[in-house]
């Protein structure tokens, strides 16, 4: 499902306008379609359902990707747990209407006062990174007066054939415990008073198209489960994390989730263990997109440059990852005074932001005039989330589409909010 159509008032969100969104929130502007968000949900749901998985899975949508309130209430309404990398995420979970119990936690660097949160929260399970994160847990369980349900996450050591930044599940990557030193800290685990023994858990990286890594991965982890079973360490649930990519660009498809999962999936059917999964990117990428208006148009003798009013502070992804958006014109509700079209040529599309890696697209094709709106898309995902107040700019407002309604779910930062927390010398 394509996230825009064509209508009468040029490129809209489900019935919305985008002029209108722009009009009423001003730009830039997070923007999210309600029914995609389902049906993104509803394909992972599905896709296990084809496998016969449905009932004994529970998909734990990875917050970091995007952790607006409305965003995770509705995956709340439609039955998901989360998966969570800090205590802050933990509190947006529980504000958003989430319940503790289908909480996994990652991360490899938990601190003492995260781990008591959510130990007092009463989560599904710790997925522990490393030896250390073991005796920490236990000695905190301890001092609170319980027993942490656990999950060790293993490091497969395959190679998920993504951008080095997103790659996880490589032995030179500081996630997950070295896969040969899994059993001696299962063993180690179930032989500490406040630790319980639940599950084990992976996540090999982001924005994989291929499915093979996956599978292999979880080939790996189905082995040391059996192994631990007949050493006498039966684990109720298995976590195969995320990490399912989506298409960015129009010429370049990605599997449908379906078609992704199955090699992973077929390997589960016929076991006992309750399943877990993290997706992120996945749920929630496609379903957004950042609203932007030119706002300065600079012919060079070299590169053409189409200055507008979102920067890498509001989405990092190019700056950061080299990553390539979409991005097309939204063809109405322009503010162009001239009934001229500018002639189409190749456009640099970049921020304001004084850094010469701000920028949004490279040699971008388009026919544009200052005050024309633009549309990045596939910008869900990993977008807000990373938005800083690098140059002091306020950070963007966040909208829902909801058939014909648009509701503000993050309204516009200001200024003085920026630094209000900061003093003076006396
Ligand atoms: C980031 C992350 C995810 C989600 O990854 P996506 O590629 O967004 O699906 C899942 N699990 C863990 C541990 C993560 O760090």
């Not at 360490?233 to 498809?253: F, K, T, W």
């Not at 005050?371 to 990993?382: F, K, Q």
Request: proline share 4%; with cysteine.
């Amino acid at each position: 499902m394509s996230l825009t159509s064509m209508g009468k008032n040029g490129l809209q969100v489900e019935s919305v306008p985008l002029s209108e969104v722009a009009q009423r929130f001003g730009t830039p502007c997070y923007v999210y379609s309600r029914a995609a968000l389902t049906a993104a949900y509803g394909a992972y749901r599905d896709a296990l359902q084809a496998h016969g998985l449905a009932g004994r899975s529970l998909i734990c949508y990875a917050v970091k990707a995007n952790s607006n309130l409305a965003i995770l209430n509705l995956f709340a309404r439609l039955g998901a747990g989360f998966d969570i990398v800090s205590g802050g995420e933990l509190a947006r979970v529980l504000a958003a209407g989430g319940t503790a119990d289908k909480v996994v936690f990652s991360g490899v660097g938990k601190s003492r006062t995260e781990m008591r949160a959510a130990l007092e929260a009463g989560i599904h399970c710790f997925n522990v990174e490393s030896a250390s994160e073991l005796e920490q847990l236990s000695e905190v369980a301890g001092s609170v007066g319980r027993r942490a349900p656990v999950s060790l996450r293993v490091n497969p050591d395959v190679d998920a054939k993504t951008h080095p930044y997103i790659s996880t599940g490589l032995k030179t990557a500081k996630f997950g415990v070295a896969f040969g030193e899994a059993f001696d800290l299962y063993r180690r685990a179930a032989s500490l008073a406040h630790i319980s023994v639940k599950g084990i858990d992976c996540h090999i990286g982001s924005q994989l198209l291929d499915p093979a890594p996956a599978a292999e991965a979880a080939d790996k982890v189905l082995a040391l489960v059996d192994r631990l079973a007949a050493a006498g360490i039966a684990l109720e649930h298995i976590d195969l994390g995320g990490g399912m990519g989506i298409q960015y660009r129009a010429d370049e498809p990605a599997p449908a989730a379906a078609a992704y999962l199955s090699p992973m999936l077929a390997r589960l059917a016929g076991r006992r263990e309750k399943l877990v999964f993290e997706p992120g990117r996945s749920l929630v990428g496609n379903a957004g997109l950042l609203l932007t208006r030119v706002d300065v148009l600079k012919p060079g003798e070299e590169k053409h440059f189409a200055v507008v009013d979102a920067a890498m502070n509001d989405l990092m992804r190019p700056a950061l990852y080299d990553a390539w958006h979409d991005i097309v014109k939204v063809g109405a509700g322009d503010t162009a005074t001239s009934a001229a079209t500018g002639a189409s040529m190749s456009y640099e599309i970049v921020g304001p932001v004084c850094e010469s890696g701000d920028f949004l697209g490279h040699d971008r094709e388009l026919a544009l005039n200052e005050g024309d709106l633009l549309a990045i898309l596939s910008a869900g995902a990993y977008g807000m989330a990373m938005a800083s107040n690098y140059n002091s700019r306020p950070r963007a407002a966040e909208v829902m589409v909801d058939g014909d309604a648009m509701h503000l779910i993050r309204r516009r930062e200001n200024i003085a909010e920026l630094f209000a927390p900061e003093t003076v010398l006396p």
